[in-house]
């Protein structure tokens, strides 16, 4: 998931089940209606069995 400076959720990329290994999504910097997002600061979250992971990044246009 991708969320805003606010904690709003902007976008989700994935979801579902994975096998283990290693994976990529690739944001289009669309929220979830479809619209281009600003320029700004984002936090994305990873979610497994096992622990969360937030970080931050930064989104240029």
Do not use: C
Not at 24 to 36: A, F, Q, R, T, Y
Not at 38 to 49: A, D, H, K, M, P
Request: proline share 2%; net charge positive; hydrophobic share 35%.
């Amino acid at each position: 998931d991708i969320f805003n400076i606010l904690g709003q959720k902007v976008k989700t990329l994935a979801s579902g089940r994975y096998p283990a290994g290693n994976h990529s999504v690739i944001w289009d910097g669309k929220n979830l209606s479809g619209e281009n997002v600003s320029t700004g600061i984002y936090f994305y979250r990873l979610y497994t069995e096992s622990f969360t992971e937030t970080r931050r990044m930064l989104l240029l246009k």
